[in-house]
């Protein structure tokens, strides 16, 4: 438990891993005057050791001196201390605090690392004491604060990180140049940091106050130009003031920040983007003007925040995506009409659920994907100056009643799924410059009517599938397409329709589902020569009145369900072959 040097001794050294793992070693107080040099882990995983005191001849403390020295507790240092090396007390939790000798002049990186009993820290005030290194007191949970000293320029990557007891850090002078990345990560108790106003530093670096869930207020000083990347993420701030000075905030800066209420942005600032993530999932966020320096905002700004309003100004040039997605509390969104983006980007408004309206201004030629899926949007109308509109950009918007479709724009095709789910949507009239129909467009719609204009080429897929209330269905008799593509009409509520001459196809799972439609009607197919077969649908029991005279048919096969078959329905059939 012991170690006894002779009285005379005259040896200088201690070797590198002399006593290293030593743990029955409880204290070391003899060493000899002369002994000036501790080699790397001398006294590295004692894990019982407890006391221990360094002659004055010693100077540095190098790497791992008492690396996992759990049960440390009393060190004497040398009066002539001037280096710790790295990791020399790494995991030493017996230490409860730790008063520097004020002749060091450097502390190695996680040289305090891991020791969870220190509760209080003095650090040295000489004028050589210039850096606090790297993880030097990182993971150190019972440290409750600290004041960065005098002389100190450079505080050096985690150097604090996850002090889970820490309250309060100050900055007692202006002479810190750099404060680095991740500095007070973690540090969930922290309620009070002291930034000095006359600090030489310029830049918060990325993650510096991370998780720091305590932290509900900070004043940023006017020397700061930059706010890096995710340096105030998941943390406890309710406000925050962005001063005049930043010329730079970062992406994800305030990510997470579920108490923020209240967000000043300056109009003279010299930054002009709001950057990716930079306000995402702050729920308490309801409100925010965007000051006219700004002309970028990138992808996903707000997304899940709980604004409740918000005016983007006519500065904008550029919007990225999803910029307020699933922020379902928005209610007014306002457009400037003489803003200079014409996008409205993909998922910008997806799942706003309490945007009842908006208006696109005549700036805008392109709504891209999904832009306003799943919105409460009531009612929208799309002016002419819209060259593009993507798919599914109003699919599930499920209280959508009115949609105006200018018959001068430029844009000529409904894309897929862009109404499937509107369940709300009755009626609509499709302008005569829209050509194209892409697959799922209405499905599942509330549509209880439509025309296709004869301006149509292409009718997709599964276009009214499962429009349960679609009773009347009226084809251009000089439509351009030719084909009835699959499910077309799929389970609606259709009860007859009259097939356009130039049809020459028709799928034969176009009327699944369609149990109002029994019969087929008087002249259903008359002069559809172009149709050489027809599978007629299992739920048909009457075939009306010449329903397919002057067809084009070859054979036909009539079910065991139709009761019916009037006048003429056949008739001038020419090449019915088989019957």
């Not at 904008?316 to 803003?339: K, N, P, R, W």
């Not at 997806?350 to 908006?358: Q, V």
Request: aromatic share 8%; glycine share 4%.
């Amino acid at each position: 438990h012991l170690i006894t040097f002779p009285t005379n001794a005259s040896f200088t050294t201690i070797p590198l891993y002399c006593f290293a793992n030593c743990t029955g070693l409880i204290t070391v107080t003899s060493i000899p005057t002369t002994v000036d040099t501790m080699g790397v882990a001398a006294f590295g995983y004692c894990s019982n050791l407890e006391t221990i005191t360094l002659p004055d001849a010693v100077t540095i403390i190098p790497s791992d001196l008492f690396f996992n020295c759990l049960k440390l507790t009393n060190v004497t240092f040398s009066s002539n201390l001037v280096t710790i090396g790295a990791w020399a007390f790494y995991n030493c939790d017996g230490m409860t605090s730790f008063v520097c000798p004020n002749t060091i002049e450097s502390i190695g990186a996680n040289a305090f690392r891991g020791c969870d009993g220190i509760t209080s820290l003095t650090l040295p005030t000489n004028t050589n004491y210039t850096t606090i290194n790297t993880d030097t007191f990182g993971d150190c949970n019972s440290l409750l604060s600290v004041t960065i000293p005098l002389y100190v320029t450079s505080v050096l990557s985690r150097a604090f990180r996850n002090n889970t007891s820490m309250t309060t850090a100050s900055f007692s002078n202006n002479s810190v140049t750099n404060l680095s990345n991740n500095v007070f990560e973690g540090c969930s108790l922290l309620t009070t940091v002291t930034l000095s106003t006359h600090a030489s530093f310029t830049t918060l670096n990325y993650e510096t106050f991370k998780d720091c869930s305590a932290l509900t207020s900070i004043t940023i000083p006017s020397n700061i130009t930059t706010i890096s990347n995710t340096a105030f993420k998941n943390s406890g701030l309710t406000s925050i003031t962005i001063p005049n000075t930043v010329t730079s905030v970062g992406y994800n800066a305030f990510e997470d920040c579920s108490s923020i209420a209240s967000v000043t942005l300056s109009s003279h600032a010299s930054f002009t983007t709001l950057e990716s993530n930079t306000f995402m999932n702050c729920s308490a966020l309801t409100s925010i003007t965007i000051p006219s320096n700004i002309t970028t905002i990138n992808n996903v700004v707000f997304q899940n925040s709980g604004l409740t309003s918000i005016i983007i100004p006519n500065t904008v040039t550029s919007a990225g995506y999803s910029i307020f997605e699933d922020c379902s509390s928005l209610a007014t969104a306002t457009l400037s009409s003489h803003a200079s983006f014409t996008t409205i980007n993909y998922r910008t408004f997806i799942n706003c659920s309490a945007l009842t309206s908006i208006t696109i201004p005549s700036n805008i030629t392109t709504i891209s994907n999904t832009v306003f899926k799943n919105s409460g949007l009531t009612s929208i109308t799309l002016p002419n100056t819209v060259t593009s509109v993507g798919y599914s950009t109003f699919e599930d918007c499920s209280s959508l009643t009115s949609v105006t479709l200018s018959s001068h724009a430029s844009f000529n095709t409904i894309e897929n799924i862009m109404f499937s789910g509107c369940s709300l949507l009755t009626n609509i009239t499709i302008p005569s410059n829209i050509t194209t129909i892409e697959y799922n467009a209405f499905k599942t719609s509330g549509l209880t009517s439509i025309t296709l204009p004869n301006t149509i080429t292409t009718v997709g897929d599964n276009t009214f599938e499962n429009c349960t209330s679609l009773s009347t269905i009226t084809l251009s008799s000089n439509v351009l397409f030719t084909t009835l593509n699959q499910n077309l009409f799929k389970n609606c509520s259709m009860t007859s329709i009259i097939i356009p001459t130039n049809i020459s196809t028709i799928h034969n799972t176009v009327f699944d589902g369609c149990t109002s439609f029994i019969t087929l009607t008087d002249n259903m197919f008359k002069n559809c020569n172009l149709i050489t077969a027809f599978t007629i649908p299992i739920t048909i029991t009457t075939i009306g009145i010449n329903s397919f005279l002057n067809a084009g048919i070859t054979s036909i096969t009539i079910p065991d369900t139709v009761s019916t078959v009037n006048y003429g329905a056949f008739q001038d059939c020419s090449s019915l072959a088989t019957a």
